[in-house]
Nanobody, 114 residues
Framework: QVQLVESGGGLVQAGGSLRLSCAAS????????MGWYRQAPGKQREVVAT???????NYAGSVKGRFTISRDIAKNTVYLQMNSLKPEDTAVYYC????????WGPGTQVTVSS
């Protein structure tokens, strides 16, 4: 069982940037593609971006052009660079496999003030 730990969240003004990290205790792509997810208060968890071990990426329409997902296989880490942040990006951000998920990590809170 791989443990996932997210970090890098914080409070930022609209238009600002943050870089999130997701560190895995084992082979991060052992269950295939990885994704970043977010859950805002009162809303369902949604996928934000995904990446395969080969580097193929996909993004939700709401973040396309603003967020960039990347990976460092040697470090078993996936990143999410978030630019031009908006108040509606406020949520707890998680990473996990796209399918056959591991247990969810604690997430990292991102708060964007207007």
């Amino acid at each position: 069982q791989v443990q996932l730990v997210e970090s890098g969240g914080g409070l930022v003004q609209a238009g600002g940037s943050l870089r999130l990290s997701c560190a895995a205790s084992g082979s991060i792509f052992s269950r295939g593609a990885m994704g970043w997810y977010r859950q805002a208060p009162g809303k369902q968890r949604e996928v934000v971006a995904t990446i395969t071990s080969g580097g193929i990426t996909n993004y939700a329409g709401s973040v396309k052009g603003r967020f960039t997902i990347s990976r460092d296989i040697a470090k078993n880490t996936v990143y999410l660079q978030m630019n031009s942040l908006k108040p509606e990006d406020t949520a707890v951000y998680y990473c996990n496999a796209v399918s056959n998920k591991w247990d969810w990590g604690p997430g990292t809170q991102v708060t964007v003030s207007s």
